[in-house]
Structure formats: structure tokens, C-alpha cells
T-cell receptor
Framework: QKEVEQNSGPLSVPEGAIASLNCTYS??????FFWYRQYSGKSPELIMS????GDKEDGRFTAQLNKASQYVSLLIRDSQPSDSATYLC????????????FGKGTKLSVKP | EPEVTQTPSHQVTQMGQEVILRCVPI?????FYWYRQILGQKVEFLVS????????KSEIFDDQFSVERPDGSNFTLKIRSTKLEDSAMYFC??????????FGSGTRLTVV
């Protein structure tokens, strides 16, 4: 059974701080990794994708991938109250059609 | 910015009735997906569709479910005889390649 695990939180950080979100996955055959943001009652919105080991930065967001440890993380710098949402980790296990396995998500709360 | 459109936004149906959920993917996209999210639970893959046929489906996507692309623009999900446990948010998604796709805003299905 392929699994994606996340700490459900809530993770509470003060405005301006760095939020660190973590995700582990079970299958070493995984090829691509995604972070989605989901506001309550809304659809998932793609924030970052990462395919190779190391860091990938996009604005205030940095995704980190360590395939040896089967671990992927998302850092949010200078957190804003508008970043308060549930962050979903999603993994493609090598299926040709890009089907994703999602984690349950980590709820982030950024306090003003 | 192009978006995936889903209708209706909310559908209430009686147990045992058939429902059709509709999606208009982004026009130049080739890969189409349906996911669902039961309240408070993970986003779960249902089915992927490429080149006018199902390319992969999950265990959830049993004989009660079917998908169709009837006219080259719409992409529908039909549930033949709804059960209470089919109550969920259903998300359509599309992608130009098979990575990092865009979700629609979802249809909330309530089976009573």
C-alpha cells in the first residue's frame, strides 16, 4: 500500500516566521512530488513541484526533496495570515498518467 | 488565467439515483482526472482519462462509476446508483502534460 504521511497539525506560527511542513512517502519508486494549498471548502491549488534531490525555491516557498530518506518538505518564509490553509503533499508513484497519492494535509495557522 | 470549470457546485440527490457531474477542462489539455475528497479526509484518485479512454482507475472507481468525453470539451463523471458513502467533494482536473495539473472548484455531492 503506497502511503503519504503528514503531520495533521495544526501548526501555528507567528506572522513573519518560517513555517516548515514535512511529508514522508513509502515507495522508493516515486518520481515526482507536489505541494498543494487548500483553503477550507476550496479545491487544491498547486504551489510547488519537485523532481530531483535538493532544494527548489519559488518566491517565499522552498521545496526540499531527499529521496534516500523518502522525505519532502516545504518551507514558507515570511509567513502571512493569508498562508493559513491546509497544505497537501502529493506523490506520483511512477504511473504514466500522473495519478497522485495525497497525504491528509497539515493545517497551518499564521497568527498576526 | 485558464481554469477548469465544474457544474453544479452543489448537488443533492436521493440514494439510488443517478448523478452526472460535469467538467470543462482547459482547452489545450490532454489529460483529465477525477478525484474525490470525503469531508475531513484525503483527496483520493478515482480515474484518469487520456486519448478518449480510461488510462487508470482506482479501487474506488467500480462499476457504479463511468466517465465520458461526449463532445470534445466536456468531461463527465456518472454515478449510476448513489450511496450515502458517495457523499463527497468531487474534483475534476486537467493537464497539458501528465504532471502538475489544475483542479476545478469542485462539486459537493450530498446523498440523502
Amino acid at each position: 500500500q503506497k502511503e503519504v504521511e503528514q503531520n495533521s497539525g495544526p501548526l501555528s506560527v507567528p506572522e513573519g516566521a518560517i513555517a516548515s511542513l514535512n511529508c514522508t512517502y513509502s515507495d522508493r519508486g516515486s518520481q515526482s512530488f507536489f505541494w498543494y494549498r487548500q483553503y477550507s471548502g476550496k479545491s487544491p491549488e498547486l504551489i510547488m513541484s519537485i523532481y530531483s534531490n535538493g532544494d527548489k525555491e519559488d518566491g517565499r516557498f522552498t521545496a526540499q526533496l531527499n529521496k534516500a530518506s523518502q522525505y519532502v518538505s516545504l518551507l514558507i518564509r515570511d509567513s502571512q495570515p493569508s498562508d493559513s490553509a491546509t497544505y497537501l503533499c502529493a506523490v506520483n508513484y511512477g504511473g504514466s498518467q500522473g495519478n497522485l497519492i495525497f497525504g491528509k494535509g497539515t493545517k497551518l495557522s499564521v497568527k498576526p | 488565467e485558464p481554469e477548469v470549470t465544474q457544474t453544479p457546485s452543489h448537488q443533492v440527490t436521493q440514494m439510488g439515483q443517478e448523478v452526472i457531474l460535469r467538467c470543462v477542462p482547459i482547452s489545450n489539455h490532454l489529460y483529465f482526472y477525477w478525484y474525490r475528497q470525503i469531508l475531513g479526509q484525503k483527496v483520493e484518485f478515482l480515474v484518469s482519462f487520456y486519448n478518449n479512454e480510461i488510462s487508470e482507475k482506482s479501487e474506488i472507481f467500480d462499476d457504479q462509476f463511468s466517465v465520458e468525453r461526449p463532445d470534445g470539451s466536456n468531461f463527465t463523471l456518472k454515478i449510476r446508483s448513489t450511496k450515502l458513502e458517495d457523499s463527497a467533494m468531487y474534483f475534476c482536473a486537467s493537464s497539458e502534460t501528465n504532471y502538475g495539473y489544475t483542479f476545478g472548484s469542485g462539486t459537493r455531492l450530498t446523498v440523502v
